[in-house]
């Protein structure tokens, strides 16, 4: 059975930069057949995608966070990594990250979430 | 950049009841690239409809999809009492992923 874990601190000072780890088990991340993404939630609010990754290292942002977002994979630990700069309080969510396969493009596998507070 | 539009923002129904839920988009979107969700409080959400119209792996045959080009729905043929919940549809385009804003479905 796949499983995701997210891991990372849960409290970032504002203008500092968050860093989260997805660690992914029961399944290769090196398979050609999925991407590896990272959605957020703000508390009360709907879903918003931050970006993907494929195994090979091709990268897909959302365009309005593309200036502040790093998404890296580690196939060697079954892991890929966000990492989010220059984070203001808007930035304070429940950080999901997902299994994409690539015919459907839809996220069938979910990490069970961390929430991150931006705040001094 | 294609916007989802899911209407009604909220439904109020009764278990045993038919729920019509529907996500609009800006710009047309291959069926094979629109999916819908549940979600529960505190929990991640779960894909239920894929390319459209095929239920995920588990998901009971009252949950159903149908629709193309911009206009989707998502039916929950007779509500259980476990369905009320938070629904979302998503697509895929140009490289880029992008959810609805939800339905909540909640008890009337």
């Known amino acids: 059975q796949l499983q995701l874990q997210e891991s990372g601190p849960g409290l970032v000072k504002p203008s500092e930069t968050l860093s989260l780890t997805c660690t992914v088990s029961g399944g290769s991340i090196s398979s050609s057949s999925y991407y590896w993404g990272w959605i957020r939630q703000p508390p009360g609010k709907g879903l918003e995608w931050i970006g993907s990754?494929?195994?090979?290292?091709?990268?897909y942002y959302n365009p309005s966070l593309k200036s502040r977002v790093t998404i890296s994979v580690d196939t060697s630990k079954n892991q890929f990594s966000l990492k989010l700069s220059s984070v203001t309080a808007a930035d304070t969510a429940v950080y999901y990250c997902?299994?994409?396969?690539?015919?459907?493009?839809?996220?069938?596998?979910w990490g069970q979430g961390t929430l991150v507070t931006v705040s001094s | 950049e294609i916007v989802l539009t899911q209407s009604p923002g909220t439904l109020s129904l009764s278990p045993g009841e038919r729920a019509t839920l529907s996500c609009r988009a800006s710009q047309s979107v291959s069926s094979s690239y629109l999916a819908w969700y549940q979600q529960k409080p505190g929990q991640a959400p779960r894909l239920l409809i894929y390319g459209a119209s095929s239920r995920a792996t588990g998901i009971p045959d009252r949950f159903s999809g149908s629709g193309s080009g911009t206009d989707f729905t998502l039916t929950i043929s007779r509500l259980e009492p476990e369905d009320f919940a938070v629904y979302y549809c998503q697509q895929y385009g140009s490289s880029r992923w992008t959810f609805g804003q939800g339905t909540k479905l909640e008890i009337k």
């Open positions: 997902a299994r994409q396969p690539w015919d459907y493009a839809d996220f069938d596998y």
């Open positions: 990754i494929y195994y090979s290292g091709s990268t």
